[in-house]
């Protein structure tokens, strides 16, 4: 059964760093991972989708890197800004159409 | 914007009423799923759907059921709402760039 976990459940930064949200699962037949921003009392907006087959993928100032072996995801945000304050959200899939399994998320506040 | 619709987006009831969520999509998706979010679990599964009427259940399924009679509706249904079903409900679409939400129902049961 696939578990996802997300650390730190909370993180605080200055605005213009550049951080690292956490992601690990522990079944490595992983068909592809889902990285999600949750912003309060509204819906969940995909930010990228890594297949199994991939490292990496981009997207503006987002990267998020999966590596199946060590059953680990991480998404880069470069210079971070307030903006960007949101829950972000991963969840992993055994197959294309598989449910995703979620992680709790990592709750981001970028300061001014 | 996958084309995904819930309503209501909110509502209020009582123990013990049957309620009835739906999830309405535009694109002809075969997989749908119902989440729910809960402060402290995150989302998790109560059912999902292959094709219509081929539905399975998913990890909190209990006091819930679903139907599915065409493609684009995806209905939940409460059939005696009780305190601890409280929370925000997702329906999903799986697409082929990944899975995509609804905006989601907010219940809540006194």
């Known amino acids: 059964k696939q578990e996802v976990t997300q650390i730190p459940a909370a993180l605080s930064v200055p605005e213009g760093e550049n951080l690292v949200l956490n992601c690990s699962f522990t079944d490595s037949a992983i068909y592809n991972l889902q990285w999600f921003r949750q912003d309060p009392g509204k819906g969940l907006t995909s930010l990228l989708l890594?297949?199994?087959?991939?490292r990496e993928q981009t997207s503006g100032r987002l990267n998020a890197s999966l590596d199946k072996s060590s059953g680990r995801s991480t998404l880069y945000i470069a210079a971070s800004q307030p903006g960007d304050s949101a829950t972000y959200l991963c969840?992993?899939?055994?197959?294309?159409?598989?449910?995703?399994?979620f992680g709790k998320g990592t709750r981001l506040s970028v300061i001014a | 914007d996958a084309g995904i619709t819930q309503s209501p987006r909110h509502k209020v009831t009582e123990t013990g009423t049957p309620v009835t969520l739906r999830c309405h999509q535009t694109e002809n998706h075969r997989y749908m799923y119902w989440y729910r979010q809960d402060p402290g679990h995150g989302l998790r599964l109560i059912h999902y759907?292959?094709?219509?009427?081929?539905?399975d259940k998913g990890e909190v399924s209990d006091g819930y059921s679903v139907s599915r009679s065409k493609t684009e509706d995806f209905l939940l249904t409460l059939e005696s709402a009780t305190s601890s079903q409280t929370s925000v409900y997702f329906c999903a679409i799986s697409g082929l760039a990944g899975k995509f939400f609804g905006p989601g129902t907010r219940l809540t049961v006194l």
């Open positions: 759907s292959y094709g219509v009427k081929d539905t």
């Open positions: 969840a992993a899939s055994n197959s294309g159409n598989t449910p995703l399994v």
């Open positions: 890594i297949q199994s087959s991939q």
